[in-house]
T-cell receptor
Framework: QKEVEQDPGPLSVPEGAIVSLNCTYS??????FMWYRQYSRKGPELLMY????GNKEDGRFTAQVDKSSKYISLFIRDSQPSDSATYLC??????????FGTGTRLAVRP | DGGITQSPKYLFRKEGQNVTLSCEQN?????MYWYRQDPGQGLRLIYY???????QKGDIAEGYSVSREKKESFPLTVTSAQKNPTAFYLC?????????????FGPGTRLTVT
């Protein structure tokens, strides 16, 4: 079993929809949780990070962490065609390394 | 313009040849990383370095080598011992003060070995 599980999609939604992207994990030592966006044939870019449980909002993006359920989510409000990309979750415990999910491919239809 | 550059964008090599991928950053970051990305497998850590002249193996270091002679540069050599070298290679850097969770990625190099 992988330490971080992420549905690969693809997820297709109409423009303006609320998108929910999720990851589950098994390592209870993870404390830092990140979301990256990766456009096709490009490097990932950091969207948001959170520490421990709770919510964090940045514009149309909201990151949620539920450590009791070992479950994290990224919500995108008013989705735009420019949000079409692969979204990667990443996690870190006390060590030096990040553990990445496999990514969810999102397509927002105009 | 601050950032991470990787060159070349596309690289083609014959089996049995060593190849070196370049990664340069002008963000003054202490830590640098190399990842490999394959379809359906996410990012896997090859090597990382937190300080000049020091580096550590990641999860899949076999068949790869690195050097860190300058803070700005962290080249990766894919040797002929790497069994499946065809992949998308990503370099990242991070300021140590961030706790190494804010990693910034370069544009990647797509290596094809035939």
């Amino acid at each position: 079993q992988k330490e971080v599980e992420q549905d690969p999609g693809p997820l297709s939604v109409p423009e303006g929809a609320i998108v929910s992207l999720n990851c589950t994990y098994s390592n209870s030592a993870f404390q830092y949780f990140m979301w990256y966006r990766q456009y096709s044939r490009k490097g990932p870019e950091l969207l948001m990070y959170t520490y421990s449980s709770g919510n964090k909002e940045d514009g149309r993006f909201t990151a949620q962490v539920d450590k009791s359920s070992k479950y994290i989510s990224l919500f995108i409000r008013d989705s735009q065609p420019s949000d079409s990309a692969t979204y990667l979750c990443a996690m870190k415990g006390s060590g030096d390394k990040l553990t990445f999910g496999t990514g969810t491919r999102l397509a927002v239809r105009p | 313009d601050g950032g991470i550059t990787q060159s070349p964008k596309y690289l083609f090599r014959k089996e049995g040849q060593n190849v070196t991928l370049s990664c340069e950053q002008n963000l003054n970051h202490d830590a640098m990383y190399w990842y490999r990305q394959d379809p359906g497998q996410g990012l896997r850590l090859i090597y990382y370095s937190q300080i000049v002249n020091d580096f550590q193996k990641g999860d899949i270091a076999e068949g790869y080598s690195v050097s860190r002679e300058k803070k700005e540069s962290f080249p990766l050599t894919v040797t002929s011992a790497q069994k499946n070298p065809t992949a998308f290679y990503l370099c990242a850097s991070s300021p140590m003060t961030s706790g190494i969770y804010e990693q910034y990625f370069g544009p990647g190099t797509r290596l094809t070995v035939t």
